[in-house]
């Protein structure tokens, strides 16, 4: 008997995500996770993990690397490969058997850092080659302290350029970073879109918001603690409130950034300040949350931020600067008190109108579903997983055997 004639089928489409994996934890190892996760609701996804990003004598937590610090993990269905490691002798040739075997439809490429600039340009060629489009989601155009270096800046500037040529689209949180990213690298005719930083709300324990009481506001800064954090403006608008506030700061140093801390310790108010200098576990995380009543996000630049997404999802008032793609970010949302940047006293006026906000949950605006949405938008605009053809008496495995 002759075999039947196929027929057209459709089939989700495959998707392989790269980005920073659990050994050099920070917030794209976060992001990473839960945007896997979230594709994997409509599409078939696959995960390749850069598991060393540098020599870690160079990261600024040191200390704390390979440190099980997260609780977050992936789904069942994403088939998770780690990782690649920078020196990349022998994981990548692994990682491009993984991409061979995995086959997606496309490859879609966190970029935060050039320290993966490498293993990035080897993946695009090898998914070109095979003719996998590739995506690549921009966090920001480039680190903030690598850029600092103007040999690092240069090479990402004149290295980043061959795996930009071969970029199908590319994917950024905001307008404002849409705008950098064309100022940086003119992607002109690349399908650019949108996708707002979906919610962290992995960090939100399970019981109501912390009710306010008369006698004290509890202020949080959280993040590593950088130039660019603006802590400093934080610390000097915050002498200046009355003894009903306290503020506490959690975050790593980095960039040897250490005169938030020495501010903190000649403070006049310094006994109504708790500082927590590390990178904390996933479950602290939840109780410093929770046991806010405002948090406040000085910023003086920023693309996206991590903090401000966790504090949403707690629905918690948070008062944060007027920088970058925030705005964008922060907008919807009721809880949220937008300030200039650099200004402790409007910094402090800011904080006092967000105590009154507290007490009671906001909503949180942000959705994994409206970032499916973007990049179903761009998979259509470029062509990927496309319908395809099967006979009718056979039947397309969803990963290949070898990967179950």
């Known amino acids: 008997m002759p075999a039947s004639r196929p027929t057209p089928t459709d089939r989700p489409a495959r998707i392989l995500v790269v980005g920073s994996g659990w050994r050099f934890l920070s917030g794209i190892s976060y992001y990473t996770c839960r945007l896997s996760n979230a594709l994997a609701e409509r599409y078939e996804v696959g995960t390749i993990l850069m598991r060393r990003l540098l020599p870690a004598r160079l990261y600024p937590g040191r200390e704390r690397v390979g440190h099980s610090l997260a609780d977050l993990r992936y789904s069942e269905d994403v088939r998770v490969f780690d990782g690649i490691d920078w020196y990349a002798v022998p994981s990548l040739f692994r990682a491009l058997a993984f991409l061979r075997r995995f086959r997606p439809d496309v490859l879609v490429l966190q970029w935060w850092t050039g320290t993966v600039l490498h293993s990035y340009l080897a993946l695009t060629m090898a998914a070109r080659a095979l003719g996998i489009r590739v995506i690549v989601e921009f966090h920001e155009v480039q680190d903030t302290g690598e850029a600092r270096h103007q040999w690092a800046a240069r090479y990402v500037r004149r290295c980043i350029r061959p795996m930009l040529d071969r970029t199908d689209g590319v ?234």
């Open 171 to 404: 994917v950024v949180h905001s307008r404002y970073d849409e705008a950098a990213l064309d100022e940086a690298y003119r992607l002109d005719g690349v399908p650019c879109e949108v996708a707002l930083h979906g919610p962290f709300d992995h960090h939100v324990p399970d019981r109501p918001v912390r009710e306010t009481g008369a006698d004290v506001c509890r202020l949080l800064f959280f993040g590593t603690i950088r130039p660019y954090k603006g802590l400093e403006d934080l610390i000097e608008a915050f002498a200046s409130l009355g003894p009903n506030y306290h503020l506490t700061v959690v975050g790593e140093t980095w960039e040897g950034w250490t005169r938030p801390g020495e501010m903190i310790a000649t403070s006049p108010v310094r006994d109504r300040i708790s500082f927590v200098n590390r990178y904390v576990a996933d479950a602290e995380v939840n109780e410093y949350f929770a046991d806010a009543d405002v948090v406040v996000l000085p910023y003086r630049r920023s693309s996206a931020s991590g903090p401000l997404h966790i504090a949403m999802s707690h629905g918690l008032p948070v008062v944060v600067t007027a920088v970058g793609g925030l705005v964008e970010a922060a907008e919807a949302y009721s809880g949220a008190v937008l300030v200039p940047a650099a200004d402790p006293g409007a910094l402090r006026q800011a904080i006092v109108r967000a105590a009154g906000l507290a007490g009671r949950r906001h909503t949180d605006p942000s959705s994994w579903g409206r970032t499916v949405d973007a990049y179903a938008r761009l998979l259509s605009r470029i062509g990927a997983g496309q319908e395809i053809e099967t006979s009718s008496n056979q039947t397309v495995p969803l990963l290949s055997p070898d990967l179950r």
